[in-house]
């Protein structure tokens, strides 16, 4: 089932989000969700869900030396990546923390942002509401997630097609469906929404897909779980790297004012 097109053996994490974070697909969004949170000198913003802490020095450059950066995860090893990684500015704070239970009181902050964290949390509205809780009135939160359930990989058989995107939504990814749902579940929990962008990245190459989307490992796990057989992922992943390719996802960015 393995090709040298693929990669096969999983990405640490950190250096997982450190790549997305570098391709061209990951800057171009990032910069929009930066434009949008238009994080102020003197603030405190929060970066939640910060992970390795790709964006906390842009962060930090923007709300200055009188303002306040504060980084949020619950993994150890990512809090530890982020705090070596914004070593140098005083204005950066990286704590260990959970986003359904947020180490910080009412009113702290000024603005915040989620980046493809809510697709992975036990629960978003939780989360939701711990962010507005902890946002001033005014505030802006600005999150980012992608809608699995648009997931398009061109392919002759629709069916493999079909059955590889509702591998993913069903098994792969805990929130799915979040993109689309977020600006609902943020009205829900108190949030004025004034904005959603739609961000649709295309892929034509097979492997800088494979560097985000994990294609020969997914597949793999969905034959485990049996979406496929062997066969057809030996057809599936063959044609992936022989005919032309194209894949897309809709990535949602979306505003919401406390």
């Not at 802490?53 to 504060?70: K, M, P, Q």
């Not at 959970?98 to 978003?124: E, F, W």
């Not at 600005?142 to 591998?167: F, K």
């Not at 979406?227 to 992936?240: D, K, P, V």
Request: charged residues 25%; glycine residues 8%; hydrophobic residues 40%.
């Amino acid at each position: 089932m393995t090709s040298s097109v693929f990669e096969t053996a999983p990405p640490d994490p950190a250096g997982y989000l450190n790549r997305v974070a570098g391709s061209e697909l990951g800057r171009s969004y990032k910069r929009r969700m930066l434009d949008e949170l238009a994080p102020r000198p003197g603030q405190t913003v929060l970066d939640l869900g910060c992970g390795s802490g790709a964006d906390l020095e842009a962060l930090a450059a923007a709300v200055t030396a009188s303002g306040t950066v504060i980084g949020i995860d619950h993994d150890q090893h990512m809090v530890d990546t982020a705090r070596a990684r914004a070593a140098g500015p005083a204005t950066v704070d990286v704590r260990l923390g959970d986003l359904h239970d947020l180490p910080l009181p009412d009113d702290a902050a000024d603005r915040a942002r989620t980046d493809r964290v809510l697709q992975h949390v036990a629960d978003p509205r939780t989360v939701l509401g711990e962010i507005r809780r902890v946002l001033r009135p005014g505030g802006r939160l600005v999150m980012g997630e992608p809608d699995w359930e648009t997931l398009a990989v061109d392919h002759p058989d629709g069916d493999l097609t079909r059955a590889y995107t509702r591998h993913v939504a069903e098994r792969v990814i805990r929130n799915a469906g979040i993109g689309r749902q977020l600006p609902r579940l943020a009205a829900e929990s108190g949030f004025h929404v004034p904005e959603v962008v739609p961000v649709t990245p295309v892929f034509r190459d097979v492997r800088a897909a494979d560097q985000i989307l994990g294609l020969e490992r997914c597949t793999r796990r969905a034959v485990a779980a049996g979406y496929f057989t062997a066969e057809a992922a030996r057809t599936w992943l063959t044609h992936l790297t022989q005919g032309p390719f194209l894949a897309t996802v809709t990535f949602y960015v979306v505003v919401a004012e406390a």
